[in-house]
């Protein structure tokens, strides 16, 4: 697929800008990515912030056009974790997707991932939200209140925003490809053998509601199989740990 960059210098949010653009009527083409030097209202998933210093890391929006119904939407994020989480061990970070929406090196978050579905008048499309620490420092990440690492901590390497963008153009166009023809189904057996193995012991929470486990697989649009002491249970969102 073809993809077109607009750099911002400052911008609210990436997802917010292209959401608005669409629900204002405009068409847009699958492809186009929004890319924000600077976000002062990056979100994260369940409404949190996502924080990132201006000019340090890399935070971009990507619209893509389709019909796939909301069930689809979470496979499409996961598409994408591949995609990042291989440009990363290109680089020689070990990092690993893990469901839903993160890539981590070991157990610190080097990226997430927030999807949303979008229509208006006929046009219907997923607007995928990556914030992926490139440049952060030991001293940035310590101020984060999750465990968290950057391209820099692990690589020791600085990078410009902008080419490890497109750095990730044949990946994204390779995996997003592969969930546009086939669904999880395309994904499946690369995300579980990197997000997996099959059996690990996992904890839900989502919400009030926490449930212990190991991993059976993952179901056909993504959604995680575990394996209780009741039986097996089907989890389509939540933190695990
Ligand atoms: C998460 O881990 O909760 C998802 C974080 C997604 C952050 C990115 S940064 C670019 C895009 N714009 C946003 O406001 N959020 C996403």
Redesign the pocket.
């Known amino acids: 697929m073809e993809f077109n960059i607009e750099w911002h210098d400052r911008l609210g949010?990436?997802?917010?800008c292209l959401k608005e653009r669409l629900l204002q009527g405009f068409e847009i083409p699958s492809g186009l990515i929004i890319a924000?030097r600077e976000?002062t209202?990056?979100?994260?998933?369940?409404d949190?912030r996502?924080l990132?210093a201006p000019d340090t890391n890399l935070?971009?929006?990507i619209y893509i056009g389709t019909a796939a119904e909301l069930r689809a939407v979470p496979s499409l994020t996961m598409a994408v974790a591949l995609a990042v989480a291989e440009l990363l061990n290109a680089l020689d970070i070990a990092a690993a997707p893990k469901w839903p929406?993160?890539v981590l090196v070991g157990e610190k978050?080097i990226c997430?991932?927030?999807s949303e579905r979008v229509e208006h008048r006929g046009n219907a499309g997923i607007v995928v939200?990556?914030?992926l620490n490139v440049n952060m420092t030991s001293e940035e990440a310590a101020a984060i209140d999750r465990p968290a690492t950057s391209m820099l901590i692990e690589g020791g390497q600085a990078h410009e925003p902008a080419s490890v963008l497109e750095a990730l153009f044949p990946r994204l166009d390779h995996w997003i490809g592969a969930w546009q023809s086939g669904g999880f189904s395309a994904l499946r057996e690369t995300w579980t053998q990197k997000a997996g193995p099959i059996g690990k012991p996992l904890c839900v929470h989502d919400g009030s509601i926490k449930k212990s486990g190991t991993l059976a697989g993952f179901g056909d649009h993504g959604e995680l199989l575990l394996q209780t002491e009741c039986g097996l249970e089907t989890i389509w969102s939540g933190d695990v740990s």
């Open positions: 949010s990436t997802n917010a924000a976000q209202a990056g979100r994260g998933r369940s949190r996502w990132s935070c971009c929006s929406n993160d978050k997430g991932i927030l939200g990556i914030g």
